[in-house]
């Protein structure tokens, strides 16, 4: 098992997944394996007098993997669309890395998206690539280096929209965490509908990240919710490390009250 502080996040599925089939992520060995292999780039913008609260690095690499999924160019005839579907079709990999001063903007001038986080993180988000395939201005970013922290202690999650809760038994660097978190958010992504997704987007894709206590982590795995169950390529012993919970409620409206 290698071991990288911004490597990669590696989940199994094994059908297109659809809002009637769920998401079906294992870690075990299955077809996909056979299937030529691609990867998520995930940048993360980190200088170093300023470097973003690992909270909001984590909300803003979720965002950024529903941006991807959701953008007009992933889907039908769009220029991303065949890469995205070769990335879903074999391992879902992400691969967190970070970038300053010039090699931010080199990143940020290659084809994808930067979404920012609420507290100024900024995440950039590529099409999908093969595993050997990363552009120079990639290809040179720092897999390993500085971790986060959170300043002051994050707010509790928002009700009101889905919350991605990470395992507290597992140590994981920022960079697998925000690899983590956006298969979580991916997989919670799967789970709706196209006009739950639709609302989702519009509402800027609310989320939040947290760490629950032992208990409560062990009532959220064995509920039913989304797990994402990592492969253990890098870092961490295969195992589950995020639970989706609250997608449901994604695109609900309060009931109006009585006239």
């Known amino acids: 098992m290698t071991s990288s502080a911004w490597q990669t996040g590696t989940v199994t599925s094994h ?20 299937a030529p292999q691609f990867v998520l780039p995930l940048v993360l913008h980190l200088e170093k007098t300023d470097p973003p609260a690992r909270t909001d690095a984590l909300r803003a690499a979720a965002r950024a993997v529903l941006t991807i999924l959701s953008d007009e160019r992933s889907l039908g005839d769009g220029e991303w669309a065949a890469a995205m579907r070769d990335w879903q079709d074999a391992r879902i990999r992400k691969v967190v890395r970070r970038a300053r001063g010039a090699e931010w903007r080199k990143a940020a001038a290659l084809d994808g998206i930067t979404v920012t986080g609420e507290d100024g993180a900024e ?7 093969p595993l050997d395939g990363w552009p ?5 970013l720092q897999v390993s280096g500085t971790d986060l922290d959170d300043p002051e202690p994050p707010a509790a999650p928002d009700p009101s929209g889905p919350v991605l809760w990470l395992n507290p038994d597992v140590d994981m660097s920022a960079g697998k965490t925000m690899a983590q978190a956006g298969h979580g958010a991916q997989l919670a992504w799967w789970e709706l509908s196209d006009t739950e997704r639709k609302a989702w987007r519009e ?8 760490t629950p206590g032992a208990e409560r982590w062990r009532e959220l795995t064995a509920s039913g ?30 009931r109006p009250p009585h006239s």
């Open 15 to 34: 059908d297109t997944p659809s809002p009637a089939s769920g998401s079906p992520f294992r870690s075990g060995p299955t077809d996909r394996d056979q």
């Open 123 to 129: 995440v950039r988000v590529f099409p999908p690539i």
């Open 203 to 210: 509402a800027g894709f609310p989320l939040s990240v947290a």
């Open 136 to 140: 120079k201005e990639l290809a040179k």
């Open 225 to 254: 919710l989304p797990v994402v169950r990592d492969a253990g390529f890098t870092e961490i012993a295969p195992g589950p490390t995020v639970v989706a919970e609250g997608h449901h409620r994604v695109g609900v409206c309060p």
